[in-house]
């Protein structure tokens, strides 16, 4: 051909198969002119939006995955908090009533102790506190004077009784002592050394209802000797026998 050289011209060939141009492939020259330069070709351009449009998707996909997972473990987190706050209300409500029912309800009153069963026919006598006189003379030993016999039983040792009394010394007839002043009578057991002696030994057999005059000599009573502000020397007690259990 005298030379001549003939100079095919470059084209796509009518496959599916990407051009190819000194075996480089025309979408790794595209990811190449990414860094910096920009795609020569129509078909490089359009090959180019369409890498950038599949490498946005598959960002958008990974976001997504990413978001979804912290939206599952968020909604599992509140789930169970609901669930732990619901039972510790649950748990509190138990405490909250019982202490509001509690809060509410009307204190209790103190139970008051039982009255003693007083005779039907006590003597009107019993119902004044009596006048005690001294004594007169030596005193040497128990004596015990009724003053208003009581219809009642015999007191019997072991029993509890009910009395009132004012107690004098026996030499002058001063008073150191009286249930009437309190206005509340003295309740305790008999005949078993709760009491002074002469006590224990002048009520028993006494019938419920008496009054009774008890002259007690010291050494049934609490001894000559005044220390611990006890009573010293012989005593007078005037005693009503209001009951016996």
Do not use: C
Not at 80 to 103: C, R, Y
Request: no cysteine; glycine share 12%; charged share 20%.
């Amino acid at each position: 051909m005298g030379g001549y050289r003939v100079r095919w011209p470059r084209r796509r060939p009518a496959g599916g198969t990407h051009p190819t141009q000194q075996g480089v492939d025309v979408s790794e020259r595209v990811e190449n002119r990414s860094a910096g330069q920009s795609p020569g070709t129509k078909a490089e351009r359009r090959l180019a939006a369409q890498l950038a449009a599949k490498k946005a998707a598959e960002a958008r996909r990974r976001r997504q995955s990413i978001l979804g997972a912290a939206a599952g473990v968020l909604a599992v987190a509140l789930v169970i908090g609901g669930i732990v706050w619901k039972n510790s209300g649950d748990d509190d409500k138990p405490a909250s009533t019982a202490a509001s029912a509690s809060a509410s309800a009307p204190a209790a009153e103190p139970t008051a102790p039982a009255a003693p069963q007083l005779p039907a026919d006590l003597d009107p006598a019993l119902k004044t506190k009596p006048a005690v006189a001294a004594g007169k003379g030596e005193l040497k030993k128990l004596t015990v004077t009724t003053l208003v016999k009581g219809k009642g039983a015999a007191v019997k040792a072991g029993q509890q009784i009910t009395t009132n009394y004012v107690g004098v010394f026996y030499k002058d007839g001063k008073e150191f002592d009286a249930s009437w002043n309190s206005g509340q009578p003295a309740t305790f057991p008999i005949g078993v050394g709760q009491v002074i002696p002469g006590w224990d030994q002048g009520l028993v057999g006494v019938p419920v209802g008496s009054r009774v005059q008890l002259d007690i000599p010291a050494d049934l009573a609490y001894g000559n000797d005044a220390a611990g502000g006890r009573p010293a020397g012989p005593l007078r007690f005037v005693v009503d026998v209001l009951a016996a259990q």
